[in-house]
């Protein structure tokens, strides 16, 4: 099984429909993160948490919501899906003793029309 | 704000190249710099990693330099290969505190 496991895959959703991303991690890590990639912009922080109590807006939270369900569980929600929120999304965790080595799950490709 | 900024955005070498990629930062406050690779279909993984108190840091085919006077560093790659062929990324860490990515680098060995 992998360290972190992201899903679904890939999900196509209407504009206006509420969808949720789901990531799970087996590293035992207290922190975790969900980044958005676009082509040309790399990866930017949407949203992350360093402990189950703990939850702290990125530089692109608008539009989205989370929900630290437990140590292991972060879930990434779009309220009301829109077009230009089409991107490749990702979990990541990592130790606090290393801080700089993230472990990052493979993905998931969301395609809003 | 944009705490890095990563240059070229795609970059093609033959095998046997040596491509640099460039990262320029803002902060003086980071404690890490490092870099990341992402094959298609796959999350990026943890590549290689340097200290703002060290000017170079080799692991195997791979070298970062670090330029603390200008605020940049880059990642070399020596003997590439077509395996080598993804998207890296730099990155920059405060303490305690959560990677910042750069724009990304399509890199391309060709054969």
């Known amino acids: 099984d992998a360290d972190v496991t992201q899903t679904p895959r890939n999900r196509i959703t209407k504009t206006g429909k509420r969808i949720m991303l789901e990531c799970s991690q087996t590293?035992?890590?207290?922190?975790m993160y969900w980044y958005r990639q676009d082509p040309g912009l790399g990866l930017r922080l949407i949203y992350y948490s360093f402990d189950v109590k703990d939850i702290n807006k990125g530089e692109i939270s608008d539009g989205y919501s989370v929900s630290r369900q437990a140590q292991a569980k972060f879930s990434l929600s779009l309220e009301s899906a829109i077009p230009n929120q089409t991107a490749l999304y990702f979990c990541?965790?990592?130790?606090?003793?290393?801080?700089?080595?993230?472990?990052f799950g493979s993905g998931t490709r969301l395609t809003v029309v | 704000q944009q705490q890095v900024k990563q240059s070229p955005q795609s970059l093609i070498v033959q095998k046997g190249g040596i491509p640099i990629i460039n990262c320029a930062y803002e902060?003086?406050?980071?404690?890490?710099f490092p870099w990341y690779q992402q094959f298609p279909g796959k999350g990026p993984a943890l590549l290689i990693a340097i200290r703002p108190d060290v000017s170079e840091k080799k692991e195997g085919r791979f070298t970062i330099s670090f330029n603390k006077s200008a605020k940049q560093f880059s990642l070399h790659i020596m003997d590439s290969q077509p395996g080598d062929s993804a998207t890296y990324f730099c990155?920059?860490?405060?303490?305690?505190?959560?990677?910042?990515f750069g724009e990304g680098t399509q890199l391309t060995v060709n054969p």
């Open positions: 590293k035992g890590h207290d922190r």
């Open positions: 990155a920059v860490k405060a303490s305690g505190s959560r990677l910042t």
């Open positions: 902060n003086t406050a980071f404690d890490y």
């Open positions: 990541a965790t990592s130790d606090p003793g290393q801080g700089f080595g993230y472990t």
